[in-house]
């Protein structure tokens, strides 16, 4: 399970504002790093979506990690699925007032939700609909099958 994720963008507590309110929890600043907010959700474990400036790179200091600025990227090869309680209605009405993409995907498996925030960073976000069938598919036999189906030449004999 995932307990938090820290992503870069435009408009940090602009950002955690808009997810706290599609996680329906609190955003607040994170001080390790000024600029810095984070979004908290009190689902029992600990889940956190950390939002740094745009030019924010975590780099390793001799002790622990440090912050420093760097060249923000465009898009982003990182990206989250987050399980939801509000609908796929209040997803597409919150991404449409921010001007943000958000669309219904067949993942084959399962199906998302993909918000970009920003339009940059995606996260994938699950409904209680939805979850049910990411779960039936997320471990080691859902997967298995789902590659002997779509990728047999790719599962040993």
Known sequence: MFHHISIAVDHPLHVA?????????????????????????????????????????????????????????TFMSVHAAL?????????????????????LCDRHAFKVIELWVENKFMLELLTPEIAKEYLQFAHTAGYEAFLRQAAPQLVEA
């Open 83 to 103: 399980s939801v309680s509000v609908s796929q209605e209040q997803i597409v009405k919150i991404a449409d007032r921010e001007g943000w993409l958000a669309r």
């Open 17 to 73: 504002n808009v997810l706290a309110e599609v996680m329906q929890d609190s955003c607040f600043p994170f001080p390790p790093h000024p600029g810095s907010y984070i979004v908290i959700v009190d689902d029992g474990y600990g889940t956190g979506i950390e939002l740094y400036p745009a030019d924010t790179q975590l780099i390793p200091e001799p002790e622990q990690v440090g912050f420093s600025s760097g060249n923000a990227q």
